[in-house]
């Protein structure tokens, strides 16, 4: 439910020669002074019977850092707002997904369920160094309708809005890429809509991670958006028509900076693979889409609660 693979994936290419480097090190002088013993004999009885009973064992950062993939699944509850510029929330029900894998020659494949401020979205990045990746991109994008969202609804929308119709989900396509600066990531992409009335959003944002502890990870996301006309007039603009259904005036939205964003997660490792995540975000609307007159409140917060499971 995070963006958090790609800052992640700089971070560990960053330090992943230094790891490999000092680990060989310590193969080499533990061979050079290893000799057997009852203590050695003993400790490889105790692995072996492990192995046999189906005990977990503790995954090492050695294992962590060279394995080609990982996966995280998850559930939990938000408080999101019911439309962008709404001034009413409500309780969702999302489950969420993220993972990679990293090829030997075709860069890497990677997903993410998004966030509560970026939305969910496919990755290959068949450019991927240790300091910087770029790729492709195929990602989704909610829509908005007449009605209010359901607890199990991932879309948005409002009763408030009858009259407005209805602006289609839709699939996106497009470019992205991170950049490791000054030990902290920042990402861009550019995605825009497939189907539907929906258009092209730009999205800058960096991953900051801050280690609080051995169990707990903070993570800060500041993020800015620009939409260009088509995209702002779906969500932001009234059309006579519309007007005449809905009650609100006139108003035609044009491009421009959307919104800007800042989300702070949480993740606390709980035991073996088990970790508790929280997150708020508050996203402010800007420019031509805070003056739209279907917005209410041009600052909106929102949270998460949950429970995920990383293999």
Request: charged share 20%.
């Amino acid at each position: 439910m995070r963006y958090r693979l790609a800052g992640k994936d700089l971070l560990k290419k960053s330090r992943r020669k230094q790891l490999l480097i000092s680990h060989r090190q310590e193969g080499e002088t533990m061979k050079e002074h290893s000799t057997p013993s009852l203590t050695g004999t003993v400790l490889a009885l105790t692995a072996a019977l492990l192995v046999a009973t189906g005990a977990p064992a503790a995954t090492t950062e050695a294992e962590t850092s060279t394995r080609p993939w990982e996966l995280e699944i998850g559930l939990g509850s938000s408080y999101k707002p019911d439309y962008s510029g709404s001034k009413d929330s409500s309780l969702r029900l999302p489950i969420w997904a993220s993972g990679k894998y990293q090829t030997e020659h075709l860069g890497t494949f990677a997903f993410d369920s998004g966030s509560l401020v970026l939305n969910p979205e496919v990755r290959w990045n068949f450019l991927d160094g240790r300091d910087a990746a770029f790729g492709l991109l195929l990602g989704y994008r909610d829509g908005r309708d007449e009605e209010d969202p359901g607890l199990l609804g991932g879309g948005t929308g409002s009763t408030r809005l009858q009259g407005m119709g209805t602006i289609d989900t839709a699939v996106d396509a497009g470019v992205q890429g991170h950049v490791l600066v000054f030990g902290v990531p920042l990402f861009a992409q550019v995605r825009s809509a497939l189907n539907s009335e929906q258009g092209t959003l730009a999205i800058l944002g960096a991953y900051v991670p801050l280690k609080l502890g051995s169990s707990f990870e903070l993570t800060v996301m500041p993020t800015v958006t620009w939409a260009d006309s088509t995209q702002m007039q779906a969500f932001y603009s009234v059309t006579p028509v519309q007007s005449a259904r809905s009650g609100f005036r006139t108003y035609e939205a044009g491009s421009g900076w959307q919104s800007a964003a800042l989300e702070i997660g949480g993740d606390l490792t709980i035991s073996g693979g088990w970790h508790a995540i929280g997150s708020v975000a508050y996203q402010r609307l800007l420019a031509d889409a805070a003056a739209s007159p279907v917005v209410q409140e041009k600052g909106q917060a929102s949270g998460l609660l949950g429970l995920s499971y990383r293999f």
